[in-house]
């Protein structure tokens, strides 16, 4: 059963944007699948390997994308951002050292994140988007 699944209220309009917030979607999914099989902390700390790159990559696009438009909320998104990818490592800090990790709560975590992030931060990044600022060159 996958963790997120997108909305369409998530959209930005951002085409790329979009398309990596389902790409990301669907490899947290695929992280949750490992996590419910019970796999070892060394491969669970691979696949978050894989999706801490992926999403760090992704927030560069986007935090690129709202400094381009000049977006009044950038720090702030952004600290969400770090704080993301910072639980991110010290669960995989946790793994490589072979601590006991609890699969639900990180699964509740990042759907928790997830949610959180695109109802608050992102939907006002949306609707800073719609007004038609147009990005600087």
Excluded at 35 to 58: F, N, P, Y
Aim: charged share 35%; with cysteine; aromatic share 6%.
């Amino acid at each position: 059963m996958a963790l997120l699944k997108w909305r369409d209220e998530f959209s930005l309009g951002i085409a790329e944007v979009d398309h990596e917030h389902r790409e990301l979607m669907r490899s947290i999914n695929s992280a949750h699948e490992v996590l419910d099989r019970g796999q070892s902390a060394t491969e669970v700390s691979s696949v978050l390997g894989e999706i801490h790159a992926q999403i760090a990559a992704h927030f560069a696009l986007e935090e690129k994308n709202m400094h381009a438009r000049r977006y009044p909320d950038l720090a702030e998104h952004k600290r969400d951002h770090e704080s993301l990818l910072d639980e991110i490592r010290e669960i995989m800090d946790e793994c490589e050292q072979e601590l006991p990790y609890d699969r639900a709560a990180l699964s509740e975590k990042l759907n928790a994140w997830f949610e959180t992030h695109f109802r608050t931060h992102d939907a006002r990044l949306h609707k800073f988007l719609e007004s038609g600022r147009p990005p600087v060159v």
